[in-house]
């Protein structure tokens, strides 16, 4: 009897498995004609000095607009895009659109504000991913310092000696780094140490409850830990003033988040920076 059961979890998990893979596969489908027609979009999500309040930079995030006209999540795709690979040409994209915004920034006076770029573990495996970068701010001829690569921690669970190296490298350039969604993934501090980092960026979920009593702990911890290793800390997340006003108390640097403002496209941040500036 137990061994009939088996088999029809079996039967139910394998249907539910190849459904997945058929939708998983028209999706990559979708994504590559996608790419290939310019459907997708890079939109920019403003980041503050937090005492100032003045707008230093933004950060870069893909958006796809399908023929219909729906946005499939990052989330959704971003994934799929590592799993095919399709992530190493859309990255190249990615971040020769980004040089290019700096420059239009650079043009309308706004000489100062930098651009951050998130980058997937298949990207630092191709073998020319840093002299890429490097022509590709060549080719914009925008500042090094300017472009900021966003890592996550579990881009060092692989083949971490050549992600230190590869961001040592880059960092010789000019380039700035900053660590992503910290404390929400795995790695190692001594790899941590090793990293040639500028920023640290407080994950969204240590942020959510910072303002409810005895609930910012984590995040007194890691604005901290940023401090004593010289970097300076931004705050992502921010949707409520009290959070602002408690991110001030512990001494954080910047912020990002839908109290300030969504992700926009280049020309409303654009509109962005004049309006606030
Ligand atoms: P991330 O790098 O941690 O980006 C921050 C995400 O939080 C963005 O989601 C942003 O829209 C969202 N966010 C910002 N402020 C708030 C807020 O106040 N409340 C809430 N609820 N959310 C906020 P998005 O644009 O959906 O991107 C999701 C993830 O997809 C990104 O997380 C990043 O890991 C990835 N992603 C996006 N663009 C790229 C890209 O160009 N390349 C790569 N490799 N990954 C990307
Ligand atoms: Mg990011
Ligand atoms: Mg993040
Ligand atoms: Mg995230």
Not at 28 to 52: G, H, K, M, V
Not at 109 to 116: A, K, N, Q, Y
Not at 196 to 206: E, I, W
Request: aromatic share 8%; with cysteine; proline share 4%.
């Amino acid at each position: 009897l137990a061994k009939k059961s088996n088999q029809g979890h079996f039967v139910y998990y394998h249907q539910e498995m190849e459904e997945k893979t058929l939708w998983r596969l028209g999706m990559i489908r979708q994504l590559r004609t996608d790419f290939a027609e310019n459907r997708l979009e890079l939109w920019y999500q403003p980041q503050l000095n937090l005492l100032s309040g003045k707008v230093i930079g933004a950060e870069a995030l893909l958006r796809w607009r399908t023929a219909d006209g729906n946005f499939i999540s990052p989330a959704i795709f971003i994934p799929l895009a590592e799993y095919s690979g399709l992530i190493i040409d859309i990255g190249d994209w990615v971040i020769n659109q980004a040089c290019s915004t700096i420059k239009t920034l650079e043009n309308n006076g706004f000489s100062d504000v930098g651009i951050s770029v998130n980058v997937s573990i298949p990207q630092f495996k191709k073998d020319n991913f840093v002299e890429n970068i490097i022509q590709a701010t060549k080719k914009h001829q925008v500042a090094p310092n300017k472009l900021e690569l966003e890592i996550t921690e579990n881009i060092l669970m692989d083949e971490p000696q050549v992600v230190v190296d590869s961001l040592s490298e880059l960092k010789k350039e000019g380039i700035s780094i900053a660590l992503d969604d910290f404390g929400t993934g795995y790695s190692s501090m001594s790899y941590l140490q090793q990293l040639p980092l500028d920023r640290l960026k407080v994950d969204r979920s240590f942020i959510t409850h910072i303002a409810e009593p005895g609930k910012a702990v984590i995040a007194d911890t890691i604005i901290n830990l940023g401090k004593q290793m010289n970097l300076t800390v931004i705050a992502e997340g921010i949707e409520e003033i009290e959070q602002a006003e408690h991110l001030k108390t512990l001494g954080c640097d910047e912020v990002q988040g839908f109290f300030y403002a969504k992700p926009m496209p280049e020309d409303e941040f654009l509109d962005f920076l004049k309006k606030n500036s």
